[in-house]
């Protein structure tokens, strides 16, 4: 029985099971991808072509397994934010016991140098857009608001991928005054541009959220 359900997996077009994984965002800048694993054996071997900002949605517990025998063992919590170099053949085997989702964005754009303007979230808000991870490729924040605190007005200047670790209810108002909602649960991947805005958090409790700017 085992035997012949490996077949019938190998049967399966790759590109088949891929599809079966929600992708929100597929641009020239990255390729995000909603990916859920279960406990179990080991997945097949496999490598990645390029680097990926790993967003862990749940906790979970995962290992990676690498050709030459060593291991590297993930133990993650909600918005835990990994980065994943592209390499060699691996395998991925969920350990920790249940099913946990990840967001993983696949880098499209080598990156290069960047020069953030006078309005950056980071300088204007510093205690509420907070670095995660910064490389040649990604700035990757991390953003927490207190029930309905406001972020004064401030420049996006990458694009970017938003990325809620919490349910999101914010009131955004542009610089000529129209205002606008925004509304997303945990995981729901949106891209957007370069923008100016301010911000308020419209629920009774805390809201988190990461933001991936894209460099290049």
């Known amino acids: 029985m085992i035997l012949a359900m490996r077949k019938l997996m190998l049967l399966i077009p790759l590109t088949l ?14 390729k995000v991808i909603i990916a859920s694993t279960s406990p179990g054996p080991a997945g097949r071997p496999h490598k990645h072509d390029m ?46 016991g249940t099913t946990f989702r990840i967001v993983e964005i696949e880098l499209k754009k080598d990156g290069g140098p960047v020069t953030y303007p006078k309005d950056d979230m980071v300088k204007v808000a510093p205690s509420i857009y907070t670095v995660e991870l910064e490389n ?36 955004i108002t542009a610089p000529d005054g129209k205002k606008s909602t925004s509304q997303s649960k945990p995981g729901d991947a949106a891209f957007g541009g370069a923008t100016r805005h301010r911000e308020e958090n419209t629920l009774d409790h805390p809201v988190e959220y990461l933001i991936v700017e894209f460099k290049g």
Request: hydrophobic share 40%.
């Open 17 to 30: 099971l891929a599809q079966q994984r929600p992708v929100p965002v597929d641009n020239e800048y990255a």
């Open 51 to 96: 680097n990926r900002v790993m967003i862990y949605l749940d906790k979970g517990a995962q290992t990676i397994g690498f050709a030459n025998g060593a291991s590297k063992v993930i133990n993650a919590v909600p918005g835990f934010v990994d980065f994943d170099p592209k390499g060699g053949m691996h395998t991925s085997q969920d350990t920790g």
């Open 136 to 171: 040649n490729q990604v700035r990757v924040l991390r953003v927490k608001l207190a029930p309905h605190q406001q972020v004064p007005e401030h420049e996006h200047m990458l694009p970017r991928v938003t990325v809620p670790v919490t349910e999101v209810n914010q009131a």
